[in-house]
């Protein structure tokens, strides 16, 4: 296999027609791909870029995307990519953060992306993909008059996705580009297609729907919005193998009319691979039941690998996450990462890629504090079973996972915080069937205030002023006196617990609720 950083170069030219891209915004034969690559890397050298540099990407799902990838990987950049969703504020700190020399967004978020270009003075270079930006260059014409041959200095690039942390302010988690785990789960040929349902910001769908098919020189099709019935349409019309999905589109894809779903052909599929997210047991049999022994879950992070399990394997062993693989990749132990012996419930510890090992950037404190030797912990609780499987009982203290997206919820707290009519607030994860879980903020409010459906309906629309909606809470109650420990910190294990057992008589939720 070619270098790392230049794996396109290696098939466009074994591969050159073959279409790399396919996408609503357009598409890329790897050639196509491999050349416009070049061009990008040549374009923003002469824009001052240097190996080592940093480059923040806010970008739909388009050609485009992987072309930026691409770049950064062969010309030593760090890539940043930014969800698109979040406020210019949110986005500018996080641009800021990394220390992007040159921050590339698409013309479709410009109002977002001026206003994030504001806070970061470190951005030298600001280029305007499908369409103008005001202040930005535009993407083509640094393109032009580029050459396409491969550049004669390759240096392998990385990424640096951000993370929140219990304080609610992202990290950058970086890792040095590294060769692909797991490529045999996949089991890849030429003649296979992958297709992409989600969001590029995302690292799994950047990681396993872009990143490690055109390694593998797959074509990839690419969905700039999910939609179920769509999913289904392309499977049919491209002959899909691949892909991967979260817990939340298995739901939605199980909730078509039983008509819908048998007009599709999905005979297919080869591996539909989820993560992200835990799934029902009852929603992941009826999609082995549909789609056939094709499901494989993953449980790992943007830190590192974990565990992989497979269809036969599972209905074994339902609810597993999977057997560690080498037996040393995953184990459960206590706070000093000693070993807990099987059914035992303890944390769960992951070990560190050997190359590619993340850290947290600008904070070797939190990365030092991360390791416990070559192994590290996201704080998630479970067990090994008798043959080595693993169960995860709970998932990191606070975090709220809905539709396969993190939520921090000290996030939020800080913001409703600061409405005057808040005493106190603990946003915390409540089920879901659509979702898994959902955000809801529970408010103690000062004194002399009176709780209404339109205080709640208040709280979220300050909320949604000063953060990205998916981050918001949907509902909001009140309550007299929030649960606290003994040393007065608000206990949100507690209140967790009171909301998943509803009919228990000492869970006091008012009826005055608003649900967004």
């Avoid at 485009?64 to 950049?77: I, P, T």
């Avoid at 997210?277 to 974990?306: L, Q, R, S």
């Amino acid at each position: 296999m070619a270098r790392q950083g230049m794996v396109i170069a290696y098939w466009a030219e074994r591969r050159a027609a073959h279409p790399a891209i396919i996408s609503p915004a357009g598409s890329r034969t790897f050639a196509e791909l491999n050349g416009r690559a070049n061009q990008l890397v040549r374009g923003l050298r002469r824009r001052g870029l240097r190996a080592g540099d940093a480059v923040a990407l806010m970008c739909g799902n388009r050609p485009e995307y992987a072309e930026v990838y691409a770049a950064c990987m062969r010309a030593g950049w760090r890539l940043t990519p930014i969800n698109w969703h979040l406020t210019g504020g949110e986005a500018g700190y996080i641009v800021a953060d990394c220390e992007a020399k040159a921050f590339v967004a698409e013309a479709a978020l410009a109002a977002t992306a001026r206003e994030a270009a504001r806070y970061a003075p470190s951005v030298t270079t600001r280029i305007a993909v499908g369409g103008g930006i005001d202040g930005f260059d535009d993407y083509e014409r640094a393109l032009t008059d580029q050459d396409a041959a491969n550049i004669d200095d390759p240096t392998p690039g990385g990424t640096m996705l951000y993370t929140s942390g219990t304080t609610g302010r992202p990290k950058g988690v970086y890792r040095e580009q590294s060769p692909p785990e797991n490529l045999k789960i996949w089991g890849y040929r030429e003649d296979h297609v992958h297709l992409c349902t989600g969001p590029l910001y995302h690292a799994a769908p950047l990681g396993m729907s872009l990143h490690i098919p055109l390694v593998c020189g797959v074509g990839v099709v690419v969905m700039d919005r999910w939609d179920a019935e769509a999913t289904l349409q392309l499977i049919e019309a491209h002959r899909v193998t691949h892909t991967h999905m979260v817990p939340t589109m298995f739901h939605r894809l199980l909730a078509l009319p039983a008509a819908t779903r048998r007009k599709y052909d999905v005979s297919s599929l080869f591996a539909v691979v989820h993560g992200a997210a835990p799934c029902p047991v009852n929603v992941k049999h009826a999609m082995i039941d549909w789609f056939g022994p094709v499901i494989f879950e993953y449980y790992g992070a943007t830190e590192g690998a974990g565990t992989l399990v497979d269809s036969k394997t599972w209905l074994q062993k339902p609810g597993t996450v999977g057997k560690p693989q080498p037996p040393d990749q995953v184990f459960v132990g206590d706070e000093a990462a000693t070993k807990l012996s099987p059914h035992a419930i303890g944390l769960v510890w992951l070990k560190a890629p050997a190359q590619g090992r993340f850290r947290y950037f600008k904070d070797d404190a939190k990365t030092n504090a991360s390791y416990r030797g070559d192994h590290f912990t996201l704080g998630d609780m479970g067990y090994l079973d008798d043959d080595g499987y693993l169960f995860l009982t709970d998932r990191s203290a606070n975090l709220i996972i809905s539709g396969g997206v993190n939520i921090y919820p000290a996030e939020v707290d800080g913001v409703l915080i600061d409405h005057p009519a808040v005493g106190d607030v603990a946003t915390i994860g409540v089920p879901s069937e659509e979702w898994g879980e959902e955000v809801k903020a529970v408010v103690e409010l000062k004194t002399g205030v009176q709780q209404s459906p339109a205080l709640a309906s208040e709280l979220i629309d300050f909320c949604r002023a000063r953060l990205a909606h998916f981050k918001c809470p949907r509902s909001v109650d009140f309550i007299d006196k929030l649960p606290r420990l003994d040393s007065g910190k608000v206990s949100k294990h507690l209140l967790r617990e009171r909301y998943r057992q509803p009919s228990e008589a000492h869970l006091d939720r008012p009826s005055d609720n608003v649900e967004a």
